[in-house]
């Protein structure tokens, strides 16, 4: 009988990295309430491919704390549109895409739906399928656990190889 791998806990709000988007140590807020991860940009159209006429999703990232990917355009070729439910009980058609989420060192690939969160304080949502994907219990009283545990185990291995740096 194979074993389930034990859970990790998060705290309420983590530092992630995007690596399929270029973005590292993303803060990213942790909800247990929505389903769907949520990732803020602007200026979404289609437009078709100039070689296949088929339908490609144009955006712009927009991450305040990253000014290198700030309004930043990106292009998904593969991606979809659902209703989805905002925190306000609306329900709004939005484009979904798939992406890649490391956490403790490990990549997840989960759905993000693309929102103007603007008006909220995290640019990035977690949601409960990537939670439950990758194992996670949540402790809201806790801030950057998968992010300072990375640190840690980054510390031991450049303590171990006897590196005169030290950690990074």
């Known amino acids: ?51 296949t006429g088929q ?10 704390e990253h000014p290198a990917t700030d309004g930043q355009p990106l292009a998904f070729r593969e991606f979809a549109q659902r209703n989805i439910r905002s925190s306000n009980g609306e329900v709004q058609a939005r484009y979904v895409i798939r992406t890649v989420v ?30 439950r994907q990758g194992r996670f219990v949540v402790d809201v009283a806790r801030r950057d656990v998968a992010y300072q545990a990375e640190r840690r185990a980054a510390e031991r291995i450049l303590k171990a190889s006897g590196s005169p740096d030290g950690p990074v």
């Not at 990549?107 to 409960?128: I, K, N, Y």
Request: net charge positive; charged share 30%; aromatic share 4%.
């Open 55 to 64: 339908p490609v999703l144009h955006v712009r990232l927009l991450d305040p």
């Open 1 to 51: 009988m194979k074993k389930r791998p034990d859970k990790r806990l998060l705290g309420r709000r983590e530092r992630i990295d995007l690596p399929a988007l270029g973005l590292p140590g993303v803060v990213a807020k942790v909800d247990t309430g929505a389903y769907t991860s949520a990732i803020h940009c602007a200026d979404l159209h289609l437009a078709p491919d100039p070689a």
């Open 102 to 131: 490391r956490l403790y060192g490990e990549d997840f690939e989960t759905e993000f739906s693309l929102a103007d969160r603007s008006d909220l304080r995290h640019p990035v949502l977690l949601g409960r399928a990537l939670l």
